[in-house]
């Protein structure tokens, strides 16, 4: 069990949590929620044994392994899969002991070794990390390539199937759909759902929070607390507490006017005075009531369109790909102003290579590509922040966008995407990922486009932001192209849906649950290929075998056989002692003998031998029923 007592958690000078006391028991899954800086990361870190409490107390069960997502990775070597295999310590552990006792030819500590070894799921454990990584978007062919080959958003994946890999008691999860495809995040949801362990997770998408958790950590004004239930649930009950909190004030607001009224006409009367003390001495004993408020730092909206031809942009019979090699092919697609597409399809069918098409990024291999006159396009995409000028502030940002208009204006611009005061003047080099993905959004809106092109536009955005920003969506009035994992963000600005799949982009019939259903029947249709290939493989000879498969079986074999051989050998050797044994004590005249030390020697070492060869039997036999399981197939 976690256990927070009254305690209060300081960064700097700044106090983040007070007053904190409750409880979470293993099996709750916990989204932790709040503002920006509000100290939900530093909540994590104090977890992780990175910051200590202020006051009060934190109590962890000494024995729990904690699991993480690692912020950076290092260009290594090491394949994809034996990276993600390194978030089992234990299994790695194991592994590096049973080559040191075969090496020493420690027969016991081997025996114990493989024990362990089976409890903890070593011989599915490759499988387990193979299924990881399928899940998160590798392919087989990703798996063997070193951890340097892959981009920074991919490494982030490695990291959290590392992560999940890890057997762990408390898993910490802060923004782990960052990155991720919506089938890759369907995935995640479904894994977290069977997760045993206690679930902490970071997160500003509501669709996901809402399938995962079953209690809501809300930090608000230096106080965290605890509510059971989803998202939604926690919407629901916050809206009650704040309007009851209302109604408090606005109660006690009336009772401090009349005791105020009170004071200020009976003050002066002596017969009076002895009341109106006593009222003064109430309203200082009073516990104030603060008067509750939600306000969204960002209030902002698109600028009215110039000019919006029809149609905008026309795609005709189009193929389009990389290096004369096409990704899709034959694409037919018309965009008109008030349009409002989302692109469905899973990871590496094309739906960057369609929008990239669509910006004018990605020429076409066949076909055309004809634009509407003054198309102006607003392409959002996340190597768009790498663009931002490190050493400008938000405000250099803008007038150099635009120098005509006045800076206040600007300011005021800015501060609908909360750059506020000091922030609107500060260099964006130390601005966090949510900051910049804000910065590049503002500087997007200004240029005033008649047709959106958006990446995962809500990477690192706050559910605030994110609220704003569909607001704002829900009221443009020009085209729009989405791609996001955030099915909220989908459902809420998205007429018409455009699936992805087989090298063909065409319109989907139904909506963000349909498209569910059809991952659900694609990866059923997969599994099945799979298994029937499966079944197949017997009627093949030994030599059409997958000759990697077959090593690894062998590799798997080997420290059993080179065990049971060893066991066998000992076996002997004991069964002989024990007969020498049994036929010394066997003898009448060894018991007639004044010295019976040695009657009792011979007794205690019959007593081992016989302890030794029973249980060296029955490890013998399990070890035969493993190597049963992984006998070649005939």
């Not at 690692?70 to 260009?75: C, D, G, H, M, R």
């Not at 782990?176 to 997770?201: C, F, M, Q, S």
């Amino acid at each position: 069990m976690l256990q927070f007592k009254n305690l209060k958690l300081v960064r700097g000078t700044k106090v983040l949590i007070e007053h904190a006391s409750f409880q979470l028991h293993p099996g709750h899954r916990v989204g932790l929620t709040g503002a920006n800086g509000a100290g939900k990361s530093s909540l994590f870190a104090m977890l992780r044994g990175e910051l200590h409490p202020e006051s009060g107390d934190l109590e962890l069960p000494p024995h729990w392994v904690i699991a993480h997502v690692a912020q950076e990775t290092p260009a290594l070597g090491d394949a994809a899969i034996e990276f993600v295999l390194d978030g089992d310590e234990e299994l790695r552990r194991i592994e590096r002991d049973l080559v040191a006792a075969e090496q020493n030819h420690e027969g016991e500590r081997l025996g114990e070794l493989h024990a362990r070894f089976g409890d903890i799921g070593g011989y599915s454990a490759r499988a387990r990390a193979s299924a990881l990584l399928h899940g998160l978007g590798f392919s087989d062919a990703d798996m063997a390539r070193p951890v340097s080959d892959f981009s920074g958003g991919w490494r982030v994946r490695l990291n959290l199937a590392r992560a999940l890999m890890c057997r762990s008691d408390l898993l910490l999860l802060d923004e782990p759909t960052n990155h991720l495809d919506l089938d890759a995040v369907i995935w995640l949801e479904n894994w977290l759902k069977d997760y045993r362990g206690t679930l902490l997770l970071i997160s500003h998408d509501r669709d996901f929070l809402d399938a995962v958790v079953n209690h809501i950590a809300h930090i608000e004004q230096q106080q965290l607390t605890l509510y059971r239930g989803g998202y939604s649930d926690f919407e629901r009950q916050r809206a009650e507490k704040l309007a009851q909190q209302q109604s408090m004030y606005e109660r006690q607001q009336r009772e401090v006017a009349h005791l105020h009224s009170y004071i200020d006409r009976f003050r002066a009367k002596a017969t009076k005075a002895r009341q109106a003390q006593s009222r003064i001495k109430a309203l200082e004993r009073m516990e104030r009531i603060s008067a509750a408020h939600v306000d969204s730092p960002f209030s902002f909206s698109f600028r009215k369109l110039l000019a919006a031809p029809d149609p905008l942009l026309v795609l005709d019979d189009v193929d389009a790909g990389y290096a004369g090699k096409p990704v899709l092919n034959g694409v037919k697609l018309t965009i008109r102003p008030g349009e409002r597409i989302g692109l469905l399809g899973r990871n590496g069918a094309g739906k960057s290579t369609l929008i990239k098409l669509l910006a004018a990024e990605l020429g076409p291999m066949r076909g055309k590509r004809v634009e509407g006159k003054a198309l102006n396009i607003g392409y959002f995409a996340q190597h768009q922040l790498e663009q931002l000028r490190p050493q400008e502030s938000p405000l250099q940002h803008m007038l150099r966008l635009d120098p005509q208009t006045r800076e206040q204006e600007h300011r005021n611009y800015l501060g609908g995407f909360d750059f506020r005061s000091d922030m609107a003047t500060a260099a964006c080099a130390s601005f966090s990922g949510g900051e910049k993905s804000r910065l590049a959004l503002a500087l997007l809106i200004w240029h005033q486009p008649n047709l959106l092109l958006l990446d995962e536009p809500t990477n690192h955005l706050d559910l605030e932001m994110r609220h704003a920003l569909t607001m704002a969506l829900q009221d443009y009035e020009g085209g729009m192209v989405l791609v996001s994992h955030d099915r909220a963000l989908l459902r809420a600005s998205c007429d018409r849906f455009i699936l992805v799949a087989d090298g063909k982009a065409e319109v989907f019939d139904g909506d963000i649950d349909d498209y569910k259903d059809w991952l659900a029947q694609q990866q059923a249709s997969e599994k099945l290929a799979d298994k029937a290939l499966q079944e197949k493989a017997p009627v093949r000879n030994d030599r059409a075998q997958n000759k990697a498969e077959r090593q690894a079986r062998l590799a798997e074999r080997r420290p059993l056989l080179k065990e049971s051989e060893k066991l066998e050998k000992d076996m002997t050797v004991w069964q002989q002692q024990k007969a020498a044994i049994d036929q010394q004590l066997a003898d009448p005249a060894i018991y007639s003998s004044p010295d019976k030390s040695g009657l009792q020697d011979l007794l205690k070492r019959q007593a081992a031998l016989a302890q030794d060869i029973e249980q060296a039997e029955e490890r013998w036999l399990m070890l035969q029923e493993q190597l049963d399981t992984l006998k070649e197939p005939s």
